[in-house]
């Protein structure tokens, strides 16, 4: 339990749909994170949010939509994805944004994403 | 170009050893470093971490060194148990890397098999 909770664990969608995935931490952080793993690729930053403002979009294409209500629970909104998109996605969050000296990233467990 | 490299995509080691997982990184801004362990369809935990001003930093039967010159950091796990097997991540921040200050860079990540 390291106090990021993501729902859903699984997911598999159509490319026409719409999906959420949902983040929440317990550990009073004010930074969140999302992150993308795909097979055989590093974690890749998406996004960052520090006291619920977007502090950095690493590129990301407009398909995935991030909201932070506030500083303890992120959302990412998905809507016509493509099959490429398929891969884990963590919730990450800390003290504050960017990791340094004592501030860490804790993750959640992962929202696993099937495009069909 | 990879600004963190984990080379050994696997290791295997004999429990009760010492196993020892190698991170080269190239960026020179890099001043905290971080090791994740990664079990199957679980998010990452964090391990052990260390920053620049430091040339190890020691946790139970966890010891991270940090060879700066060499851009190189290793961790070490005294003795190795069955339940260490897992993907080990590291991961570094610092500078002003990509224009975000502090965010996490991760390496592929070493998949240690720690057999009975």
């Known amino acids: 339990e390291t106090g990021v909770t993501q729902t859903p664990r699984h997911l598999v969608m159509g490319m026409t749909n719409k999906k959420s995935l949902k983040c929440e931490q317990h550990l009073g952080h004010n930074a969140m994170y999302w992150y993308k793993q795909s097979a055989k690729k590093p974690l890749e930053l998406m996004f960052v949010y520090n006291f619920k403002e977007q502090t950095e979009n690493n590129s990301v294409p407009s398909r995935f939509s991030p909201e932070c209500p506030n500083s303890s629970h992120l959302f990412l909104h998905l809507h016509t994805l493509q099959p490429e998109d398929s891969a884990l996605y963590l919730c990450?969050?800390?003290?504050?944004?960017?990791?340094?000296?004592?501030?860490?990233?804790?993750f959640g467990e992962g929202s696993w994403l099937t495009v069909v | 170009d990879q600004q963190v490299k984990q080379n050994s995509p696997s290791l295997s080691v004999q429990e009760g050893r010492i196993s020892i997982l190698n991170c080269d990184y190239t960026?020179?801004?890099?001043?905290?470093f971080l090791w994740y362990k990664k079990y199957p369809a679980e998010g990452p935990t964090f391990l052990i971490s260390?920053?620049?001003?430091?040339d190890k930093n020691e946790d139970g039967r966890f010891t991270v060194f940090l060879n700066k010159s060499a851009k190189h950091l290793s961790l070490h796990i005294v003795p190795s148990q069955p339940g260490d097997s897992a993907v080990y991540f590291c991961?570094?921040?610092?500078?002003?890397?990509?224009?975000?200050?502090?965010?996490?860079?991760f390496g592929k990540g070493t998949k240690l098999s720690v057999k009975p």
């Open positions: 990450a969050s800390s003290q504050a944004a960017g990791a340094g000296s004592g501030n860490t990233i804790y």
């Open positions: 991961a570094a921040s610092g500078g002003n890397y990509g224009g975000s200050q502090g965010n996490l860079i």
């Open positions: 960026n020179s801004m890099f001043d905290y």
């Open positions: 260390i920053s620049s001003i430091k």
